[in-house]
Every structure is written in C-alpha cells, then in structure tokens.
C-alpha cells in the first residue's frame, strides 16, 4: 500500500526532484524543511560511515546524511551543484546531501507504482516508497523518515 499525502482535490503529490549519480530520486515536499548549499561539514569521529558530519545552521547543530554513501554508492567530492535536503525526523533536524536539486513537479496518484519486488527483497528499500513515472523517466520515491533506521537516530541526536 501507497503512503502520500495527496491533495485531495486532485490526488497529486508534489515531489523535490534530485539525483545521485545519474539516477532521479523524488521525495515529497512536505517532508522538506528546506534545500541549502553545501557548506563546510565538521566530521564526526567514530560516526556511521554515511554520516557526513555536522553542520551549523543558523545557530542549530544538523546532522549530515551523505545519501551516495547511505546508498552503497562511490562518494563524489562536495562542488557547486552539491545540495543539502534539510527536514525533521522525531524532532532531530538531518541534512540528506546529494549531488544535484534539479526541479519541483506535480505527480498524480495515478502515476505512481510499487516498487519491484525484486527491489523490495533488499534492505535499502526500506527508505524507497515506490516508482513515479513521468513524461521524461522514471523517479525511485524516497521517504525521509526511513532513511534512518529506529537504532540510527540515536546516533545523529
């Protein structure tokens, strides 16, 4: 079963669109606090190799989530196109880093699909909601609050 928050006059949701590598990621704009550059991250010794560092934001200490590394993929050195997804998971605020934002868009209800499963049997579906499809491609939808797990989040607290 889907779970999207859908407007419910005409059953869309709306999705910031971002990559990593050459693959689109879609994930709701209501799970989004907002979308920052990347600035300098302060490592964390001894953190989970996907944890980036922290940053401070605007007087907050944030959590850095490297999205290449959470997903088992090469990492890629931080440049100008290098975005950080910031929101809320259990009243910690996480910054999610991918390589590129690209656009925001409406997908319908209609347009979105299960994942695979195929792709379900792994463990990182666990943060993937399912497949939208657009004029352009496919999307993999992502769902923030699962993108650490219950034992994680201690973690980056």
């Not at 491609?137 to 201690?154: A, F, H, M, N, R």
């Amino acid at each position: 079963m889907l779970m999207f928050q859908m407007d419910s006059q005409n059953s869309t949701i709306q999705v910031v669109i971002f990559n990593l590598g050459n693959e689109r990621y879609g994930v709701e704009t209501s799970q989004v606090k907002e979308i920052i550059r990347a600035e300098e991250i302060t490592a964390i010794p001894n953190a989970p190799e996907f944890i980036e560092g922290v940053i401070n934001l605007r007087g907050q200490i944030t959590t850095i989530i490297n999205l290449r590394k959470r997903f088992g993929m090469e990492p890629k050195p931080i440049d100008n196109d290098t975005r950080i997804i910031v929101f809320e998971n259990e009243g910690n605020t996480i910054g999610m880093m991918v390589d590129t934002v690209t656009e925001v868009k409406y997908l319908s209800k209609e347009n979105i699909d299960e994942l695979p499963s195929i792709i379900t049997s792994r463990t990182e579906s666990k943060f993937l909601k399912g497949v939208g499809k657009l004029p352009d491609g496919l999307l993999i939808l992502i769902d923030l609050e699962k993108v650490l797990s219950e034992e994680e989040l201690p973690a980056v607290s």
